[in-house]
C-alpha cells in the first residue's frame, strides 16, 4: 500500500512536470554584486529534491514526513524556496517570483491530491 503510494506521488510529479513545460528550465542566474553564480532550479527539481531530502539541512523533511506536512499545510511553497535559499540553490528574490511561488505550489498540491 505503501509503495503504491510513494510510485503515484512520484508519478505524479513527473506527470506535472510534462503537463507544464515551463517548469522544466534551468537558468544561471549571476549574483553581479558577489559575483557568485547561482543555480536556479526549476520548481519541480525543488519539490522533487525536497522530497528526496536535499533540503533536510534547512529544516524540510523527506519522504512521507514531507507528503504529511504539505497535507495539513506545515509546509507550503515559500518554506522549500527559503530552505533553497538558505542552500545557496535559489537567489533571494525568487521568493517574490509569483509564477515560480505558484508552480511550487501547484505541485505540492499534486502530492496532497495523491
Known amino acids: 500500500m505503501m509503495k503504491n503510494s510513494i510510485i503515484s506521488t512520484l508519478s505524479a510529479l513527473i506527470v506535472s ?6 517548469l522544466a528550465n534551468e537558468v544561471i ?3 553581479r554584486a558577489n559575483a557568485i ?3 536556479r532550479i526549476t520548481p519541480f527539481n525543488l ?9 533536510t539541512n534547512q529544516g524540510i523533511p523527506s519522504n512521507l514526513s ?3 506536512k504539505i497535507h ?9 524556496v527559503q ?15 509569483a509564477q ?4 511550487v505550489e501547484w505541485l505540492l498540491n499534486q502530492l496532497d491530491r495523491n
Open 66 to 68: 514531507l507528503l504529511s
Open 83 to 97: 530552505a533553497a535559499i538558505a542552500s545557496g540553490r535559489l537567489a533571494k528574490d525568487t521568493l517574490n517570483d
Open 17 to 22: 512536470s510534462l503537463v507544464t513545460p515551463v
Open 37 to 39: 553564480k547561482i543555480e
Open 47 to 55: 519539490v522533487h529534491g525536497s522530497y528526496q531530502g536535499r533540503f
Open 29 to 31: 542566474t549571476i549574483n
Open 100 to 103: 515560480y511561488l505558484n508552480s
Open 72 to 80: 495539513s499545510h506545515r509546509i507550503q511553497a515559500e518554506d522549500l
